[in-house]
């Protein structure tokens, strides 16, 4: 008797619900309530329309953004595999409610043919589900698609528009309950974990809305230390892809009352596919690039051919008699990355030293590795000393000189 009623009461909600990506670590788990852990809410799903961004930034119109999971409670986000979440109407029709009672393949809780559709039904070539208009689609063809994005700040009032990246897309979703999504090769995060956003903006049959629900994520299994470059604002290119923004990009804000990055024509959707320049999957160009040239210039046998490598930005270029640094691990990271046969690169997301065994020349960034905890490059004395746990220790004297 209770199963059934709870499963009347979820499948009554899921006329009026929408779609949420239901999984740990996500806000709003139990609903906007802070001090009530509810079963069977969907107050993570309802769209954001026509809202000041003040209110539709991670659903704060309905209190979500201060509804945070338990302490210590992430989306785990492995670097260059996948990760699944639930796409359901309601907390009830997943398994993180009721211990999967009331779950199917599908995100209503119902149960559905798998040719599921609205085409050439009626006479008409194309009709809305009416089974579930929550979907916003005809058929899995024609589900506009999907998208993960993460910002590097634990917290939630540190997120922006410009820092907030979408790192991967999935097609023709939502459509079936799991939806498992790639991921690029992403950076650790903070040890408080990062922010990551589920993001959908539907094609048609409905409300012109969009989606965007919160997340704290951690990325596990992190090798690279490439931090990921600033998001532009998107482009709608399904017209002439040579128009299409390349690189790391943001979020799509669209139909609402401020805040909005990107404008239509009347009847034509923008969409986390190709219509706005984002290629299915994994996004692997959001990184910063490492590929500027540098000049590593000799100091003493007086040739004018330089030695070119590649760095971020040069400010100083210094001859010192020393080898090379065979180890130098610092910064947060602590990465070491061999560039070439006779240069060694230690760099961290904002500073990097290069040695050059053949020339003895330091070359140094915009920020040297000035007193940190593992080592600093003296500018007066043109020595770098390091401190610090032995692992990370240089493993060579730089002299003045």
């Keep these: ?10 499948l009554a909600g899921s006329t009026l619900a929408h779609i949420a990506a239901w999984a740990p670590g996500m806000y709003c788990r139990g609903g906007s309530d802070p001090n009530i852990d509810n079963q069977n809410t969907n107050d993570a799903v309802n769209p954001l329309y026509n809202l000041t961004k003040e209110d539709w930034w991670f659903q704060h119109d309905r209190g979500c953004d201060i509804v945070p999971p338990r302490a210590g409670e992430f989306l785990e986000v492995p670097a260059n595999g996948n990760f699944t979440v639930e796409l359901a ?3 009830a029709s997943t398994t993180l409610s009721y211990d999967g009672r009331f779950v199917t393949a599908w995100p209503d809780g119902g149960d559905h043919p798998e040719n599921w559709n609205g085409w050439n039904t009626e006479g008409t070539p194309a009709v809305c589900l009416k089974d579930d208009g929550a979907m916003h689609a005809y058929n899995e063809s024609s589900a506009a698609g999907t998208a993960f ?4 700040n634990s ?11 979408v790192f991967t897309t999935l097609y023709h979703t939502p459509w079936k309950r799991l939806a498992t999504y790639q991921v690029p090769n992403l950076p650790q995060c903070p040890e408080d974990g990062c922010h990551c956003a589920w993001l959908w903006v539907p094609s048609g049959c409905g409300e012109p809305n969009m989606y965007m629900q919160g997340f704290k994520c951690k990325v596990t299994g992190a090798t690279s230390t490439s931090p990921l470059s600033k998001a532009q604002v998107p482009a709608f290119c399904e017209d002439d892809q040579s128009k299409c923004v390349k690189g790391a990009k943001q979020m799509l804000a669209w139909h609402q009352k401020t805040g909005n990055n990107i404008e239509t024509k009347p009847g034509v959707t923008p969409n986390y596919n190709q219509k706005c320049g984002w290629a299915e999957g994994a ?3 959001i990184f910063e690039s490492a590929a500027l040239p540098t000049s590593i210039i000799p100091p003493s046998n007086g040739t004018s051919q330089p030695v070119t490598s590649t760095s971020s930005a040069v400010v100083s270029v210094m001859p010192v008699d020393a ?12 990465s070491l990355t061999t560039l070439a046969t006779s240069t060694v690169i230690a760099k961290d997301y904002t500073s990097a030293i290069l040695v050059s065994s053949a020339t003895s020349t330091i070359v140094s960034t915009a920020a040297p590795v000035a007193n940190t905890t593992i080592g600093h490059y003296n500018r007066p004395t043109r020595k770098l000393c390091s401190k610090g746990t032995p692992r990370a220790r240089a493993r060579a004297a730089v002299a003045a000189a």
């Excluded at 994005?149 to 590097?152: L, V």
């Excluded at 917290?155 to 990246?165: G, K, P, S």
């Excluded at 080898?323 to 602590?334: D, E, Q, V, Y």
């Design 323 to 334: 080898t090379i640094i065979t180890s130098l691990l610092h910064g947060p990271n602590k």
């Design 1 to 10: 008797m209770l199963q059934t009623a709870l499963l009347s009461l979820t």
């Design 283 to 285: 996004q692997t160009d």
């Design 149 to 152: 994005a993460i910002s590097y």
């Design 89 to 91: 109407h309601n907390r």
């Design 155 to 165: 917290d939630i009032e540190d997120v922006t528009m410009e820092n907030l990246v």
